[in-house]
């Protein structure tokens, strides 16, 4: 092979393709650098801690309980005392006063009651610590005599609501006491505006909580949980009730719904003759 030197026009175009060559080097250089170190203020989390220079996280922030379709876990104690809030509603089925609005104790966190009815007895066990402004309601009430001589007037017997309702004296459920109050757990345990609160969650058998005409409208009625029923969580539990108590329960619901359907009056009576609380 025959060595051969280059002529000058072949050098001038040598010389020119390298310098483009390095231009183009360069350029590519140059935008590297700046993707690297661009400030990227839209993406979460990559502002650098002045102290560190480390990435900071955007703030946490409480998770909304687990969807498990029980009864949300309560994971934070409770205060010593809550603020308590009963606004005139109406007019009372039966003369009566409303509580006091102001400061409620959570303690003790359970307070001890018997509903005692002309089918049998059934003790309760009010949660105080969850539901103080619901439970100092209905102490309130059982003291003045509310509850006394009347009928609980509807039974469900359906596959996913087994309840007895009471706390009517006007006995067809549209009664109250003339003043209502906030719903509390389990609804407080969700944002206000948590799509959870209309996804129903089951109240375990043996659940004592609040009927009402929509949030935040709880008065008197109540109801008791003879089976596994399934509600959103906009019904405020505040106790439960005892393995003798649900065995009354089931006597009644055995009987079933008066007209053989599946919600309406017990087709056996029942009157709660006194509530009492220790």
Do not use: W
Request: glycine fraction near 10%.
């Amino acid at each position: 092979m025959t060595d051969r030197k280059p002529t000058a026009n072949a050098t001038v175009a040598l010389v020119a393709v390298s310098t483009a060559i390095v231009v183009v080097a360069l350029i590519i250089g140059v935008i590297a650098f700046l993707v690297a170190n661009a400030d990227h203020d839209d993406a979460p989390g990559d502002a650098a801690d002045p102290d560190t220079g480390l990435p900071m996280l955007p703030p946490s922030r409480p998770a909304p309980p687990p969807n498990t379709g029980m009864l949300p876990e309560v994971t934070t104690p409770p205060p010593a005392a809550v603020s308590c809030q009963y606004h005139r509603s109406g007019a009372a089925a039966k003369p009566v006063t409303a509580p006091r609005s102001g400061e409620v104790a959570t303690e003790p966190a359970t307070r001890e009651a018997t509903l005692t009815t002309d089918q049998g007895r059934i003790k309760l066990s009010l949660d105080n610590a969850k539901a103080p402004c619901t439970v100092h309601s209905f102490v309130d009430l059982a003291g003045q005599g509310f509850f006394t001589d009347t009928a609980c007037h509807r039974l469900t017997t359906g596959r996913g609501l087994r309840v007895l309702q009471c706390g009517d004296p006007t006995g067809d459920g549209t009664g109250g006491p003339g003043y209502t109050f906030a719903d509390e757990y389990p609804t407080d345990q969700y944002a206000p505006n948590d799509p959870s609160r209309q996804i129903p969650i089951t109240y375990p058998r043996g659940t004592l909580a609040m009927a009402n005409a929509g949030p935040d409208t709880n008065g008197s009625q109540f109801f008791l949980v003879y089976a596994d029923s399934q509600l959103p969580p906009g019904y405020t539990v505040f106790g439960t009730i005892d393995e003798a108590g649900l065995g009354v329960l089931d006597t009644i619901a055995s009987a079933g719904v008066r007209g053989r359907g599946t919600d309406g009056a017990p087709a056996t009576p029942v009157t709660i003759t006194a509530v009492e609380v220790d």
